[in-house]
């Protein structure tokens, strides 16, 4: 109820257009809470913000759960040279921090979001592959997967039917914790002006953007920092929560 | 272990020349010619004649394999260039720059660690309440709350609303607190929680339970046996910041406005500074693929038996 709130208020405040004769105005009923250094509304920019922070976020996380369990599955489950190959591109990946790795392609390709989904896919889904490839291999084993085999069924057919659906309820756990650790890196790289550009929201760049008015008005700088916060925060509890309900039930 | 080494060193060296090989060849293929940016810095209208000189002078018209060998030749006699921002030699400003971001990052992360490593240790083995709740708020903190909207706090705090600390720069040791602090906070939460993970299922373990029967003390089980087994996947980690480091602590930096290699590359990206950008690949990929090679020969020493490459 509270987003469908937050989004009729988005409906009727566009979060572009600038007023100058009501720069930097605090809290009105017209308002809710003021207007940043253009005369836009600071309410209707929050929660665009969010909804682009969820968007990018969302959109990162399954296309690097995608690639991830998908090549953790050929690994896992036919291993020989394919698993060989896949670990050394893991090991070379893995040795590279996001932060400089999301530097390096924004040098190369410019600045903006595709550096940065590049960059997460990179090193995010080695993670994916080997959650995946774990499962599987130790699975694979297991005698049901065997009688299906038996019983004729395809390589295809067993993946699908057996091995995915274990797989996903441990992928999903994953992904509930990387959704806020990649708005978290998002807003990062927004606020040094190599994510998300103006005049389009985002968290980080708000911050950046309204940092010679935090002494006059303070709201500047704690909403957009706060949403951040809770945000991340309940990524992690629904990461937890998840963690507990997967535990209970075994894999 | 010898051999072990020569063969890190080998796929180390593989790796660093397929990196930046990778990087020459893609900075060339992209669209958005680099000349032309060079020229536009200027803010001249180049005529094609200009174009083609600058394009003569920098080497740009040969065949790319021919490029690279010239540029590794530089290399190898340490000449990385020169900037297109400032027109100085790319080694002496990224040299500069390191300089800085040891500052930060080595106060950064020595205070993360006071913090980390009795947290951590203290929670994994005691059951008082208090003690715990300390390492996971501590460690919540560090994981939600972004590491530069501690900083901004912090300086509103600090070096505006009590005029303590400089707001931002590079001037002086007082300079270090605010961003080292904000630094710190985001890399022990990390520790606290690897740190205590790993020293309780080192515990669990049954040799831990032999050790016991066999009478040794309870403290010699902790520090020799658990903590030391306990160390190789912290360490995997603790190089992974290390790297991360090593690359500049790159919104603290733009924050604070400190000069670290962070901060310079963030300006040579919005800048289209390519030597810059090249020399700064070079540099991290080399100190990275260094420490991890140092990695794995601690790791092969503090315990012969695990072998494996990252987290696993």
Redesign the interface.
């Known amino acids: 109820m509270w987003i469908g709130i937050l989004l009729i208020y988005l409906g009727t405040h566009s979060p572009y257009t600038t007023d100058v004769t009501q720069r930097l105005a605090s809290s009105s009923m017209q308002h809710w809470l003021g207007t940043d250094a253009l005369g836009r509304d600071f309410l209707a920019r929050l929660i665009l913000a969010g909804v682009i922070s969820f968007l990018f976020s969302g959109v990162t996380v399954l296309l690097t759960a995608t690639v991830g369990t998908v090549l953790g599955l050929f690994a896992g489950y036919y291993g020989g040279l394919l698993k060989r190959i896949i670990h050394r591109i ?3 990946l ?7 790795l999301a ?2 392609l ?6 903006g979001i595709n550096s940065l989904v590049l960059a997460i896919l990179l090193i995010k889904w080695v993670s994916y592959a ?1 959650l995946t490839e774990t499962i599987v291999s130790s699975t694979k084993q297991s005698e049901y997967i065997w009688m299906a085999r038996v019983n004729g069924l395809s390589d295809a057919m067993i993946v699908r039917r057996h091995l995915l659906w274990t797989v996903l309820r441990q992928v999903r756990v994953l992904m509930s914790v990387d959704i ?1 650790k990649i708005i ?1 890196f998002l ?3 927004s ?4 994510g998300v550009q103006p005049p389009v929201p985002e968290w ?1 760049a708000m ?1 950046n953007e309204a ?1 010679p008015y ?2 006059a008005a ?1 709201r500047f ?1 704690i909403w957009p ?1 706060l949403c ?2 809770l945000t ?2 309940a990524s ?1 509890w629904w990461n937890r929560r998840l963690q507990q309900q997967t535990a209970k039930k075994g894999v | 272990m010898g051999r072990l080494f020569v063969r890190q060193t080998g796929e180390a060296l593989f ?1 660093l020349f397929f990196m930046t090989f990778g ?1 020459f060849a ?2 060339r293929f ?1 669209p ?1 010619d680099p000349v032309l940016t060079l020229l536009n810095i200027d803010e001249l209208s180049a005529s094609p004649e200009q174009i083609e000189t600058v394009r003569r002078e920098l080497g740009f018209h040969e065949p790319l394999l021919a490029q690279y060998i010239d540029w590794l030749s530089r290399v190898g006699r340490l000449d990385l260039g020169e900037s297109f921002m400032t027109g100085r030699p790319v080694l002496l400003m990224l040299g500069e720059s390191y300089r800085a971001t040891f500052e930060i990052a080595g106060s950064g992360l020595v205070l993360a660690l006071l913090l980390a490593v009795p947290l951590g240790t203290w929670s994994a083995c005691s059951n008082r309440h208090v003690v715990r709740l300390t390492a996971d708020g501590v460690s ?1 903190i560090g ?7 501690i900083g ?2 912090l300086t ?1 705090w600090f070096a ?1 609303r009590l005029p303590w600390l400089p707001v931002m720069g590079r001037d002086g040791v007082l300079s270090i607190v605010l961003p080292a602090v904000s630094l710190s906070l985001a890399l022990a939460s990390i520790y606290i929680q690897l740190l205590r993970v790993n020293l309780q299922t080192e515990l669990a373990k049954e040799y831990i339970q032999i050790a016991r029967a066999r009478g040794l003390s309870e403290q010699t089980i902790f520090w020799k046996y658990a903590f030391r087994g306990s160390l190789p996947p912290v360490l995997a980690v603790f ?3 290390l ?2 480091l ?3 602590v ?2 603290l930096e ?2 604070f406005a400190y000069p670290g290699v ?1 901060k310079l ?2 300006d ?3 800048q ?1 500074d390519y030597p810059l ?1 090249q020399g ?2 070079l540099l ?1 990929t080399a100190i ?2 260094a420490l ?1 090679v140092i990695m794995r020969l601690v790791t092969q020493h503090l315990r012969p038996d695990w072998r494996g ?4």
């Open positions: 893991e090991e070379s893995i040795i590279f921090p996001d932060t400089v530097l390096v924004a040098g190369l390709l410019g600045a080997r806020g978290l807003s990062a790289f606020y040094i002006g190599l980080g911050l940092r935090f002494q303070p700088m920092g951040i916060v991340v925060s992690m | 790796f990087s893609l900075l992209l958005g919540l994981a939600a709350v972004p590491s530069f909207w901004l706090v509103d505006i190089t992974l910041s790297g991360s090593a690359g500049g790159v919104v733009v924050l962070g590359m963030v040579a990206v919005l289209r950008i700064y690949i991290t990275i693929v991890n490459g990252g987290m696993r």
